[in-house]
Antibody
Framework: EVQLVESGGGLVKPGGSLTLSCAAS????????MNWVRQAPGKGLEWVSS????????YYADSLKGRFTVSRDNARNSLSLRMNSLRAEDTAVYYC????????????????????WGQGSLVTVSS | DIQLTQSPSSLSASVGDRVTITCRAS??????LAWFQQKPGKAPKSLIY???GLQSGVPSRFSGSVSGTDFTLTISSLQPEDFATYYC?????????FGQGTRLEIK
């Protein structure tokens, strides 16, 4: 069974830092792209970051402007998100999400889509 | 960035109804569109990928279709557990983007 368990959330003051972790199990972690998606209270879903299976390619939402850093440890089956210079607008539930590709109707291997989500970790930025 | 516009934003329906939710992309995305269901206080759940592929374990009353840049999620016969918020998402290009969500409520 695929499991993604986030940890590390909590209350932090504006300007502070926090690191989220995601422990993965039930699948071969090293072969999957991994992602972070967040959801502010009462709002919709917002993509944060993606990292390829080997960590060779990393993508971030423009709005993060270099404040967030994603990394993975394939030996430990874990994903991390380091968040610096936190702002009130970063308050959200942060989800760890697995992404997988598939063969489409033309026989080509697709781009990865989000198939499994963790339960989320709440980050609250407030003084 | 690719914009996804969902309609309607909210919808009231009854058990047994057929329901359709639309997601319009601001440019072509080669069917790289997924649909998710989210219930209050829970993580999103994958329903559809590649515009029409059914995620494993998802009931067959859920289906997806596409016409150009218009994508549709259909629930053929609403069940009580289907009342939730639904999101579309494109994975054609970065930044990955979501629709604003459609809240499906009980009439």
């Amino acid at each position: 069974e695929v499991q993604l368990v986030e940890s590390g959330g909590g209350l932090v003051k504006p300007g502070g830092s926090l690191t989220l972790s995601c422990a993965a199990s039930g699948f071969t972690f090293v072969t999957y792209m991994m992602n972070w998606v967040r959801q502010a209270p009462g709002k919709g879903l917002e993509w944060v970051s993606s990292i390829t299976s080997t960590g060779s390619h990393i993508y971030y939402a423009d709005s993060l402007k270099g404040r967030f850093t994603v990394s993975r440890d394939n030996a430990r089956n874990s994903l991390s998100l380091r968040m610096n210079s936190l702002r009130a607008e970063d308050t959200a539930v942060y989800y760890c999400v697995r992404a997988v590709g598939y063969y489409d109707t033309s026989g080509y291997y697709s781009l990865p889509y989000f198939d499994y989500w963790g339960q989320g970790s709440l980050v609250t930025v407030s003084s | 960035d690719i914009q996804l516009t969902q309609s309607p934003s909210s919808l009231s329906a009854s058990v047994g109804d057929r329901v359709t939710i639309t997601c319009r992309a601001s440019q072509g995305i080669n069917n790289y569109l997924a649909w998710f269901q989210q219930k209050p206080g829970k993580a999103p759940k994958s329903l559809i990928y590649g515009a029409s592929g059914l995620q494993s374990g998802v009931p067959s009353r859920f289906s997806g279709s596409v016409s150009g840049t218009d994508f549709t999620l259909t629930i053929s016969s609403l069940q009580p557990e289907d009342f939730a918020t639904y999101y579309c998402q494109q994975y054609k290009t970065y930044p990955l983007t979501f629709g604003q969500g459609t809240r499906l409520e009980i009439k």
